[in-house]
Antibody
Framework: QVRLQESGPGLVKPSQTLSLTCTVS??????????WSWIRHYPGKGLEWIGHVYYTGTPYYNPSLKSRVTISVDTSKNQFSLRLSSVTAADTAVYYCASTLHDYGDYPSDSWGQGTLVTVSS | SYDMTQPPSVSVSPGQTARITCSGD??????TCWYQQKPGQSPVLVIY???KRPSGIPERFSGSNSGNTATLTISGTQAMDEAAYYCQAWDGSSVVFGGGTKLTVL
């Protein structure tokens, strides 16, 4: 079973860049079984897919966030990362990293981190 | 962008069958998965590829998908099943979530 753990600042100022890292254990990030995903949850509201990346580095992004998002993989550390630029209060959410099954037509995420609350405020 | 619509809330009595729907244009032509999320917890995958259950998910959870509607069915609903449920699909270029359904077990 893959285990994932998010880390990063819990408070980011408006207009700055949100940066989070997900550490993967229990499996190698160099796996053809998974994509590595970022998903956020607005408190009291729904889930939003941010994007996912394959271990080769090929990313796929939510079109509504594409201009601000970068997801990358560090195979040497078994980690993947999220950068979201020019944040506003609307980016305040719980951010999850997850492993997403490759070659499944619905891209189901079968393991999730515990989530980290990121608040955008001055 | 592709939209998937869920009812905001569904109520069910303990022991009865709960059905949560997810509607989208020709959704039956796509694979759909479902997540359960309880307050303060991470989502848990309960159904993938329309009707498959991950290991550890009780048999009372089942899924179907046809036409424009995917359905998550919980048979013999228990109090522990009270949670938010989200459908998810791939629209060809991105993952899309439904808006979520709050299941209340009365």
């Amino acid at each position: 079973q893959v285990r994932l753990q998010e880390s990063g600042p819990g408070l980011v100022k408006p207009s700055q860049t949100l940066s989070l890292t997900c550490t993967v254990s229990g499996d190698s990030i160099i796996s053809n079984s998974f994509y590595w995903s970022w998903i956020r949850h607005y408190p009291g509201k729904g889930l939003e897919w941010i994007g996912h990346v394959y271990y080769t580095g090929t990313p796929y992004y939510n079109p509504s966030l594409k201009s601000r998002v970068t997801i990358s993989v560090d195979t040497s550390k078994n980690q993947f990362s999220l950068r979201l630029s020019s944040v506003t209060a609307a980016d305040t959410a719980v951010y999850y990293c997850a492993s997403t099954l490759h070659d499944y037509g619905d891209y189901p995420s079968d393991s999730w981190g515990q989530g980290t609350l990121v608040t955008v405020s001055s | 962008s592709y939209d998937m619509t869920q009812p905001p809330s569904v109520s069910v009595s303990p022991g009865q069958t709960a059905r949560i729907t997810c509607s989208g244009d020709s959704l039956g032509n796509k694979y759909t998965c479902w997540y359960q999320q309880k307050p303060g917890q991470s989502p848990v995958l309960v159904i993938y590829q329309d009707k498959k259950r991950p290991s550890g998910i009780p048999e009372r959870f089942s899924g179907s998908n046809s036409g424009n509607t995917a359905t998550l069915t919980i048979s013999g609903t228990q109090a522990m099943d009270e949670a938010a449920y989200y459908c998810q699909a791939w629209d060809g270029s991105s993952v899309v979530f439904g808006g979520g359904t709050k299941l209340t077990v009365l």
